[in-house]
């Protein structure tokens, strides 16, 4: 996809902006990952299964949010499961320069 400089621009700040947002992911699914690594501290006073519960919630929240979150910013296509890629698989648009 050809855009003008203007619009080009645009789209790699927000694509900044999206991987923003997917390292802030990281937040709860350590949540959960705390939560699982402590449940037999917290098991006496709350029970097994909320704790089990919340961090089977917090990661699905997680997944949801990255997989809505995770797409290229010129046509929405989802960037799979690439950390930092260089360019969308389905159009083409370069995200960021090397």
Sequence with gaps: MKFGDN?????KARFR?????????????????LLLANARRYAADFG?????LGAVFLLGVTVVFSWMNWRCP??????ALRWTP???????????SR
């Design 48 to 52: 097994l299964l909320p704790i089990i």
């Design 17 to 33: 902006q999206t991987r923003l947002y997917q390292a802030a992911a990281l937040v709860p699914l350590g949540g959960a990952v």
């Design 86 to 96: 260089g360019h969308c698989l389905q159009c083409g648009f370069v995200l960021r």
């Design 74 to 79: 010129a046509c929405r296509a989802h960037l």
């Design 7 to 11: 619009r080009t621009a645009a789209l």
